[in-house]
């Protein structure tokens, strides 16, 4: 009985680790598709060029728009949306919200202006592309603001899920009409924390809140088809650097003009100008 009872539970043992779902893996190593999907291929970058970026701006949102680049930063008591030089990392314009319970997120520019989600505040900020020195508008958004783009004809919010939502604003209702509901995966599953983003080329790339990698999503069917791995990147540039542990990469701006990508990370004191291989 007691050798019957060691063989059950020697064999729970074993089914429990095969069925471990963790994240504790080399993810160097090849894995084979689990869901039909074909594992992200690694996306080739170049560093052109390195330039001061403000140490304190905890960025939640970045955007390049007609050669001004415009930042949404977070934190209590320190939200702003800002227009900065991207050379000297420079400050140029900056509109901080007063509310100190409001912690800001992502910002996209959308057919003129400026939208600035909140964490939890269940509201997104609107500005003029003209003035940022202030709201024009408050819209309501009944879930937590991450990251923000657009496709040009909708906007594009996640949530720190593995969803995307698009969404077209409705200005009688003050409110996000939600279009679209996009699940993002990858050969081992759902992706989730996904933050910040960036419409590049028809295709959402994403941060992915606590890791050093950026996602490049298929607006289509949500599968993940590219990873840019970013590991290092400050400390290769800014020896030495010291940073909190929450101050993970995040921020992505891409010039469609130029094709060139700006890449930075919270109260990171470099801002990265790249290019896609």
């Given at each position: 009985m007691?050798?019957?009872?060691?063989?059950i539970?020697?064999?729970?043992?074993?089914?429990?680790?095969?069925?471990?779902?963790?994240?504790?893996y080399?993810?160097?190593?090849?894995?084979?598709?689990?869901?039909?999907?074909?594992?992200?291929?690694?996306?080739?970058?170049?560093v052109d060029?390195?330039?001061?970026?403000?140490p304190?701006?905890?960025?939640?949102?970045?955007?390049?728009?007609?050669?001004?680049?415009?930042?949404?930063?977070?934190?209590?008591?320190?939200?702003?949306?800002?227009?900065?030089?991207?050379?000297?990392?420079?400050?140029?314009?900056?509109?901080?919200?007063?509310?100190?319970?409001?912690?800001?997120?992502?910002i996209?520019?959308?057919?003129?202006?400026?939208?600035?989600?909140t964490?939890q505040?269940?509201?997104?900020?609107v500005?003029?592309?003209?003035d940022?020195?202030?709201?024009?508008s408050?819209?309501?958004?009944?879930?937590?603001?991450?990251?923000a783009?657009?496709?040009?004809?909708q906007?594009?919010?996640?949530?720190?899920?593995?969803?995307?939502?698009?969404?077209?604003?409705?200005?009688?209702?003050?409110?996000m009409?939600?279009?679209?509901i996009?699940?993002?995966?990858?050969?081992?599953?759902?992706?989730?924390?996904?933050?910040e983003?960036?419409?590049?080329?028809?295709?959402?790339y994403a941060n992915?809140?606590?890791?050093?990698?950026?996602?490049?999503?298929?607006?289509?069917?949500?599968?993940?088809?590219?990873?840019?791995?970013l590991q290092?990147?400050?400390?290769?540039?800014?020896?030495?650097?010291?940073?909190?542990?929450?101050?993970?990469?995040?921020?992505?701006?891409?010039?469609?003009?130029?094709k060139?990508?700006?890449?930075?990370?919270?109260?990171?004191?470099?801002?990265?100008?790249?290019?896609?291989?």
């Amino acid at each position: 009985m007691i050798n019957k009872l060691l063989f059950i539970a020697i064999l729970f043992l074993l089914i429990s680790c095969n069925n471990n779902s963790g994240s504790d893996y080399d993810s160097s190593l090849p894995v084979p598709k689990s869901n039909n999907i074909e594992a992200p291929a690694p996306i080739m970058f170049s560093v052109d060029a390195v330039y001061p970026h403000d140490p304190q701006a905890f960025t939640q949102g970045l955007e390049f728009y007609k050669g001004k680049l415009y930042e949404g930063t977070g934190e209590y008591k320190q939200s702003s949306l800002r227009i900065v030089d991207i050379k000297t990392g420079k400050v140029e314009k900056e509109y901080k919200i007063p509310d100190s319970s409001v912690f800001g997120e992502g910002i996209t520019i959308f057919k003129n202006k400026i939208y600035q989600l909140t964490w939890q505040s269940n509201k997104i900020f609107v500005y003029s592309l003209n003035d940022i020195t202030h709201p024009i508008s408050t819209f309501n958004w009944s879930r937590q603001g991450w990251g923000a783009t657009n496709d040009g004809n909708q906007i594009i919010i996640s949530d720190g899920s593995s969803k995307l939502f698009f969404v077209q604003p409705d200005e009688n209702r003050k409110e996000m009409k939600i279009n679209k509901i996009l699940t993002v995966v990858n050969n081992r599953g759902e992706v989730d924390s996904l933050n910040e983003l960036e419409l590049i080329d028809g295709s959402v790339y994403a941060n992915r809140w606590l890791t050093d990698d950026i996602e490049k999503i298929d607006t289509s069917n949500g599968h993940v088809t590219g990873v840019l791995h970013l590991q290092g990147l400050l400390s290769q540039y800014d020896p030495g650097v010291k940073v909190s542990d929450g101050a993970v990469l995040n921020g992505i701006a891409y010039d469609s003009a130029t094709k060139k990508l700006y890449i930075t990370g919270k109260d990171w004191p470099k801002l990265f100008e790249m290019k896609l291989n």
